[in-house]
């Protein structure tokens, strides 16, 4: 089984996010996860719901700050393994191209 999750770890600040998602990635980098940073959060790919769900509390709790919103979906595929590649790969087959724009 897999679970594919979808983080978003948010540190309330007036200043730049960088160094705190640097410090998220680390975090997660310690953990031994696979995982692929967006623009706009961060795609972990984990052996199980639980493992997905520690993975997010260990990159919220890694965040310097007084104030820290943390978001994530998980993907609890208990029939089959999946991993990141596995659905964009699906949407690019069927598009037949890669599914972005320039």
Request: aromatic content about 2%; charged content about 35%.
């Amino acid at each position: 089984m897999t679970a594919i999750a979808r983080l978003e770890v948010t540190p309330l600040s007036d200043d730049s996010m960088t160094k705190e998602i640097v410090q998220a990635l680390e975090a997660l980098d310690q953990k031994g996860l696979t995982y692929e940073m967006t623009p706009t959060g961060t795609v972990i790919e984990a052996d199980s719901a639980d493992e997905a769900f520690e993975a997010a509390k260990t990159a919220h709790r890694a965040i310097d700050g007084k104030r820290v919103i943390t978001e994530v979906e998980v993907d609890d595929q208990r029939d089959r393994s999946q991993d990141i590649g596995d659905r964009i790969a699906a949407v690019e087959n069927e598009l037949g191209r890669p599914p972005r724009s320039s």
